[in-house]
């Protein structure tokens, strides 16, 4: 049987840009891919678009589900237990690929494919064909966990996908009442237990930074969901081993981020500390503050 990849898209009322994407999955070298849509609560004609792209799509399957609104990782969730291909690529709803990316994906593949040590493959983002998103390394690619990205200056998003065997056994964590949790807990928890990706330096993957996106509202998005955030704190911690000031600083964000949304007592209790110790990394983070402020250059 000939291995094709599934092509995942998280949405929310996302009707007027789907059909970009639906394009340039039209326009790919390989169609060895499915689309599946998961829809996660949208009240716009999404359903509508995506049933019409269904009756005249004869390149690529193209699959539809809906529920109920959840959050972009709940949909991904959904979505890896729905997916029939055996890689697992994320592209959101208001981006688009180079119409090489699929040929692309699978050639990168087959370089790994006898190593079980490595989660998937991944290109570079653009905000065009040419100009990248963060920043890269030098060369054709290079091995790496999703934590030691910040080493080798691999930064940005980039366009991540991972085997959709290893993806199943790390789903995201839900919180009730949450519909927010940064990506990133995932992929460091597969690095955490050893998983590399074999980064590729090639743009195949064109992103769009919109206003009414999840990037735009991060900050509010972490004041809105502080269960998600805390446990993004915590294992943070942990898995770069920050030292006794970052740590403060680490609470001390935190604090002033969701202070607005719930009490100093649920803080602590989010974060896994006690209020004292909470009370003591906002103190000491202040007192750095005004030592730098007091210190003569």
Known sequence: ??????????????????????????????????????DDGSTDNT?????????????????YFKKENG???????????????FLFFIVDSDDYLMPDAIASIL????????NDSFAG???NRGYSANQLIGETFEGDYIDATALEREKLRIFGDKAEV??????????????????????SIVWNRMAEDGYKIRWFNKIIYITEYRDDGLTKHYVQLLANNPQGYALDVKERIRQ??????????????????VKNTIGFAD???????????????????????LIRKVTPK
């Open 240 to 257: 770069f081993h920050y030292s006794k000031q970052r740590v403060d600083s680490e609470f001390f964000n935190y604090h002033m981020t």
């Open 107 to 114: 050639k990168w593949e087959q370089s790994i494919s006898a």
């Open 121 to 123: 493959v991944s290109g």
């Open 1 to 38: 049987m000939e291995k094709y990849i599934t092509v995942f898209t998280p949405t929310y009322n996302r009707a007027n840009t789907l059909e970009c994407l639906y394009q340039s999955l039209c326009k790919q070298t390989s169609y060895q891919f499915e689309w599946l849509v998961v």
């Open 71 to 85: 959050g972009k990782h709940t949909a991904i969730n959904t979505g890896v237990e729905l997916a029939k291909g």
């Open 162 to 183: 991972y085997y959709t065997d290893v993806i199943k056994r790390y789903p995201f964590p839900v919180f009730e009442n949450e519909r927010f949790l940064t990506e």
């Open 267 to 289: 803080q602590a209790k989010y974060l896994g500390i006690s209020k004292l110790r909470l009370a003591n990394a906002i103190s000491c983070y202040y007192f750095r503050v």
């Open 47 to 63: 359903e509508e678009l995506i049933r019409q792209l269904q009756k005249k799509c004869t390149l690529f399957p193209i699959r």
